[in-house]
């Protein structure tokens, strides 16, 4: 189990074999900043740097293979000019004493053809068009109809996330965080409302936790059971996630990763970036299974954040929007300053603007 005796934020504790120095993680963001070929930039670096003295940082996510990409300038980490870039990002992080892990994406049926190598339509369980948008290059968009993955296809995605693990270790990341919520690819297979198979992928619980397992199976394999998280989001309807049941789905989803061994598991709580409370949900009743770090996530504030941590209900906070705004995020929390406001206008896309000027005190 996870160490339940009191202890602040600003403790240091151990995450599988990442040792952070403080409690507090900048939460994945997608900034859409990537460079040509899709590749983490300078800026990008700068950026990552400013930010570097959070206990961790989870960076943006990112698409494991070109199919796995669904908005605009998201960065990849399948090519080696992405390796090379994303190398200059974690030496800059640790130069500054941080610990950076990647969150390896794939979009699923949140695509559009336009994203797509040759236009093709983006995959998913089953045949079925999100009621979602994407940003692309014409601005938001309605994602694309998909088309349903073959049986015979499924090792082929279970190859890209191992090979994208083996990639992010070259890059130099501490570990490695796979994406599994916010109904993209893995949520997708997950969750009733957008998996309809037949075959060993879909129907019962055992399942649609499938691809989950396999997947991060082969990661822990890669990246060590020890450097490797995973994110899940058991209630959000973000990309219209519909589960019928989601208690029972993700109390299952958890016990089969628990024998795994992994760093850490990081919840959102309630809506991806909105109300906490929008469905009734027993988080405890997961983390009871699990027996790495727990990493809660959404909406905390300070006070919120020194509660759940003191009292043992979880070992890690990641906050997202908070640390747009504010480079120094974990000394504003520290002395109780006020934050920066963010500026909505320029959270995707464009270049040093809302990205690396935000006042430091
Ligand atoms: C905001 C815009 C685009 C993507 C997620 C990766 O929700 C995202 C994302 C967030 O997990």
């Known amino acids: 189990m996870s160490d339940r005796s009191p202890r602040s934020l600003f403790d240091p504790v151990q995450m599988g074999d990442i040792a952070l120095a403080k409690r507090i993680v900048m939460a994945p963001l ?51 000019a992405q390796v090379k870039g994303w190398k200059a990002v974690t030496d800059a992080v640790h130069a500054r004493g941080g610990k950076m892990v990647l969150q390896m994406w794939h979009v699923g049926r949140i695509s559009h053809t336009s994203l797509q190598l040759g236009g093709k339509a983006p995959v998913a369980p089953s045949a079925i068009r999100a009621k979602a948008k994407t940003f692309t290059a014409n601005g938001f968009e309605p994602v694309s109809e998909p088309r349903a993955l073959a049986a015979g296809e499924m090792p082929r995605i279970v190859a890209q996330y191992r090979y994208a693990a083996a990639r992010a270790m070259d890059a130099g990341f501490d570990g490695v965080e796979v994406h599994a919520a916010n109904g993209y690819l893995i949520d997708q297979f997950l969750r009733d409302g957008s998996n309809h198979r037949d075959d060993a992928w879909g129907g019962s619980i055992e399942n649609r936790t499938r691809l989950l397992y396999d997947v991060v199976s082969a990661v822990a394999q890669t990246a060590g059971s020890g450097r490797t998280g995973v994110r899940l989001s058991p209630v959000t309807p973000a990309n219209d996630a519909r589960d019928s049941n989601p208690q029972p789905l993700f109390e299952r989803a958890v016990e089969r990763l628990a024998p795994l061994g992994l760093a850490y598991l990081h919840v959102i709580e309630g809506a991806t970036g909105g109300p906490r409370d929008v469905a009734p949900f027993d988080y405890e009743a997961l983390h009871r299974r699990f027996h790495g770090s727990w990493m809660v996530n959404n909406g905390y504030t300070e006070k919120m954040a020194e509660e759940v941590v003191s009292s043992g209900l979880a070992d890690l906070v990641a906050f997202g929007r908070p640390f747009i705004a504010n480079p120094d995020l974990v000394k504003r929390l520290r002395i109780g300053a006020p934050l920066n406001a963010i500026n909505p206008a320029t959270l995707y896309g464009g270049g040093a603007e809302g990205y690396t000027d935000y006042r430091t005190l």
Do not use: K, N, V
């Open 30 to 80: 997608t900034r859409d900043r990537a460079g040509p070929g899709r590749t983490p930039t300078p800026l990008m670096a700068e950026y990552y740097a400013q930010r570097a003295d959070a206990g961790l940082i989870i960076a943006e996510a990112t698409q494991i293979s070109p199919e796995g990409q669904g908005y605009l300038d998201t960065p990849g980490i399948y090519s080696s």
